[in-house]
């Protein structure tokens, strides 16, 4: 059994001083939900969660980050092999039903890659980030003040024929056509400053 987002170190002390619980904890990971077919959900064992809003695969977003909770995240993903971390919105808590000190991941998500990030004063971090894929959240557990998850990927439909991929493609075109000519539009109204 291994996780990730634990130091070896204390890893290997864990496992030695206390083996009951090591044990439990292994039959524990051993019964972990498994997908249709018999299989574990097919995705990271271990993903840090950062919770503020959902994002789509290829959308780009840069984060300020200043909450302690989340610089601790944002060095751990720094030290990891594929600075990557799970971008999810908080779970709907009806209002009146309070609860945790930090509101909890929703049930799905995107997995994001880290593209540039820049240390400023005090811990924080401006972060530029991409998403990559989408996740569905199978469990979570805290380290460090955050939330780390185990996920699985979620597929997206496929367009299936070539005609509707044409579409698609015509109605992107089209879209990306639209929004040049608001920008334009806008920026003349706005002193020329948008889209320059």
């Known amino acids: 059994m291994s996780f990730p987002a634990t130091s070896f170190a204390l890893q290997r ?43 789509l695969p290829r959308q780009r977003m840069q984060l300020h980050v200043f909450e302690p909770r989340y610089s601790l995240l944002i060095r751990s993903v720094l030290m990891s092999a594929d600075c990557t971390f799970g971008m999810v919105a908080a779970e709907h808590t009806p209002p009146g039903f309070g609860g945790a000190a930090h509101p909890r991941p929703a049930a799905a998500g995107v997995l994001v890659k880290v593209l540039d990030c820049r240390p400023l004063p005090h811990g924080r971090y401006l972060v530029s980030i991409e998403g990559v894929r989408r996740i569905r959240v199978v469990r979570t557990w805290e380290v460090d003040d955050y939330f780390v998850a185990q996920a699985a990927w979620l597929a997206d439909d496929p367009i299936l024929d070539r005609e509707q991929q044409a579409e698609a493609e015509a109605l992107g075109v089209a879209l990306g056509e639209l929004l040049d000519e608001w920008v334009a539009e806008v920026g003349v109204g706005l002193g020329g400053w948008v889209g320059e």
Not at 21 to 33: L, M, Y
């Open 13 to 55: 002390a864990l496992e030695q001083l206390f083996p009951d619980e090591w044990s439990a904890r292994e039959a524990e990971e051993a019964a972990a939900p498994v997908a249709a077919g018999g299989s574990r959900p097919e995705g990271p064992a271990s993903l840090p969660i950062f919770v503020l809003e959902p994002l």
